[in-house]
T-cell receptor
């Protein structure tokens, strides 16, 4: 079965610092991987997705993620954190593009301090 | 704008009461998904529709849950005899209008069972 593991339920950074949110996946077939962001009391917004094209994926709001098959990882990064980045971030995996059923991690809350 | 409208956004109900949530995609989509997100967790798949046909149901969807999609447009999710464990956010999601292996979520409907 497919699954993702997000290391660290909370990550704290200072404004302007590098953001690194970790995601490792488990899949018996080539996965499709996603990062979503959730602001308080809102639904999930797609940040970026990996679908077997370029391994370095750029998303919205300056975020990017790199697919590393050898490490089974899909970590999310942003060079410089902004206060507005404070939110919950979810990594997800799908192995059936026709079905589009996603399996989510437990999420990482990003805290940004001034 | 996620392209999905969900109502009500918040619902507080007493244990044992029935509740119904509605999902309205802004445009036509052949597929529609329901997910559930409990506090501190990532979303979990509940069920999905291909047009008006409900094609898969998660084991999370007990007999007290029923989902419909008449005419393949809007969808409803009804929970009968609510329990405190049903307290969660119920998310509706749709795929892109054109080909694309991801899904876009609505704002969600928060349910609190007291």
């Amino acid at each position: 079965a497919q699954s993702v593991t997000q290391l660290g339920s909370h990550v704290s950074v200072s404004e302007g610092a590098l953001v690194l949110l970790r995601c490792n996946y488990s899949s018996s077939v080539p996965p499709y991987l996603f990062w979503y962001v959730q602001y308080p009391n809102q639904g999930l917004q797609l940040l970026l997705k990996y679908t077997s094209a370029a391994t370095l994926v750029k998303g919205i709001n300056g975020f990017e993620a790199e697919f590393k098959k050898s490490e089974t990882s899909f970590h999310l990064t942003k060079p410089s954190a902004h206060m507005s980045d404070a939110a919950e971030y979810f990594c997800a995996v799908s192995v059936d593009t026709g079905f589009q059923k996603l399996v989510f991690g437990t999420g990482t809350r990003l805290l940004v301090s001034p | 704008d996620t392209g999905v409208s969900q109502n009500p956004r918040h619902k507080i109900t007493k244990r044992g009461q029935n509740v119904t949530f509605r999902c309205d995609p802004i445009s036509e989509h052949n597929r529609l998904y329901w997910y559930r997100q409990t506090l501190g967790q990532g979303p979990e798949f509940l069920t999905y529709f291909q047009n008006e046909a409900q094609l898969e149901k998660s084991r999370l969807l007990s007999d007290r849950f029923s989902a419909e999609r008449p005419k393949g447009s809007f969808s409803t999710l009804e929970i009968q005899r609510t329990e405190q464990g049903d307290s969660a956010m119920y998310l509706c999601a749709i795929p892109p209008r054109y080909a694309g292996n991801t899904i876009y979520f609505g704002e969600g409907s928060w349910l609190t069972v007291v």
